[in-house]
C-alpha cells in the first residue's frame, strides 16, 4: 500500500543517517477504503493527491513542534506490505497506522516545499494549533500555505535537498 508519511527535514535526514525513518506506531496517510468511499467519482491519482494534501497539512504540525526545522513541508511517499498498514478510520479517512519503521528501501519519492513557501508555511506553523481548534483567522493562514504545490524529488535527491533546505 502506498502511503504518505508526513516529516520534517531533520526526519529526511535521520532517514538517510538510520536507513528508516519513525518508530511504530507511525501515523501517516493512505487511500483507505474509507477515503475510496467518501470519493466515489474520483480516480485513483485524485484519491492519492488527497492522501498527500492530508500528510502536507499535518508536516505543518511537525514544523510547529520543532523549532529547529526548516519551515518547509515534507511528506514522505512509501510502498509498503498491507500487513504493515491498519486504517484508523476513526481518526480520519485517510489516516492510517504503520506497525513498523519505514526502510529506505521502501521510500519511493520526497514531496517538500519550494523556497517561496517558505514564508507561507512560517506562517501556517506558527497558528496551525489555532486552526485545528477552529480559529477563522488561523484557518485562513493555514489555507495559505496549503496554497502551494510540493514539489517532487526521487530517492537519490534525499541528500541533495537536505543541502539545499
Given amino acids: 500500500m502506498r502511503v504518505y508519511l508526513p516529516a520534517t527535514v531533520p526526519m529526511l535526514r535521520s532517514l538517510l543517517d538510520d536507513g528508516e525513518l519513525g518508530s511504530p506506531p507511525l501515523r501517516a496517510f493512505a487511500v483507505t477504503p474509507a477515503v475510496r468511499e467518501w470519493y466515489v467519482t474520483s480516480d485513483v491519482e485524485e484519491l492519492e493527491y488527497a492522501a498527500l494534501r492530508e500528510a502536507a497539512a499535518a508536516s505543518l504540525r511537525l514544523i510547529d513542534a520543532d523549532p529547529g526545522a526548516a519551515r518547509r513541508r515534507v511528506v514522505v511517499v512509501a510502498d509498503l506490505p498491507d500487513a504493515e498498514v491498519t486504517p484508523k478510520p476513526e481518526l480520519e479517512r485517510a489516516v492510517v497506522e504503520l506497525s513498523a519503521a519505514v526502510p529506505l528501501s521502501r521510500v ?13 508555511v512560517r506562517a501556517a506553523a506558527n497558528v496551525v494549533l489555532e486552526a485545528d481548534l477552529g480559529s477563522d483567522d488561523a484557518q485562513f ?23 539545499l533546505l
Fill in 108 to 120: 519511493a519519492a520526497v514531496h517538500a516545499d519550494t523556497a517561496e513557501a517558505e514564508p507561507a
Fill in 141 to 163: 493562514v493555514v489555507d495559505g500555505a496549503e496554497g502551494y504545490e510540493l514539489a517532487w524529488y526521487a530517492t537519490q535527491e534525499i541528500g541533495a535537498l537536505i543541502e
